[in-house]
């Protein structure tokens, strides 16, 4: 009988160890509970930031490859007029979040003189910088340039 006795003394010591013990794990539980939320969010925003510079990138190449294709000109004795502009010359809106506006930078003008090798003659070519900017309301924004090379017939 003295062995319950002895058992019953240490169980009595012993009320609140596991309460205590519980509260700890609960506390260090939530504690990892918040710090794998937090994690979660910053990559979700690092991945969206990602998605939405691809987005700004395709639409300033898209915008800019079809300003190109739609004032292509075979060339001749005559500059047209988006070559020799200066103020913007396009501006195009996708939605209400994002938009690509086309610059023609003046100062990225250059003419010079070079050798066509199958005519053996020497032709006048304008060199232009044409720049596509776009944005999006969601952040961010992207420059995209593009060089074009037209054959002209004098560079005044």
């Known amino acids: ?7 019953h003394d240490v169980a009595g010591r012993q009320n609140g160890v ?3 013990t519980s509260l700890i794990l609960m506390v260090i539980m939530t504690l990892l509970a918040v710090s794998m ?11 969206g930031a ?11 190449e898209s915008e800019l490859t079809s300003f190109i294709n739609r004032n292509n000109f075979p060339g001749g004795s005559v500059i047209p007029n988006w070559v020799a502009a200066t103020a913007p ?18 100062t990225e003008n250059g003419c010079a003189e070079e050798v066509d090798n199958q005519m053996n003659t020497t032709i006048r070519v304008l ?7 776009a ?13 074009v090379r ?4 004098s560079c005044s």
């Open 1 to 7: 009988m003295s062995t319950c006795r002895c058992m």
């Open 18 to 20: 596991v309460l205590i």
């Open 50 to 60: 990602g998605q939405v510079a691809a987005r700004n990138i395709a639409n300033a």
């Open 89 to 106: 010359a396009s501006a195009t809106s996708y939605g209400t979040l994002e938009s690509v506006r086309i610059t023609l930078p003046s």
């Open 150 to 153: 037209i054959t002209v017939a």
């Open 127 to 133: 060199y232009r910088d044409i720049r596509a900017e």
């Open 37 to 47: 939320l937090k994690t979660s969010i910053v990559e979700l925003k690092i991945g």
């Open 135 to 147: 944005s999006s309301v969601l952040g961010g924004s992207v420059a995209v340039h593009q060089g």
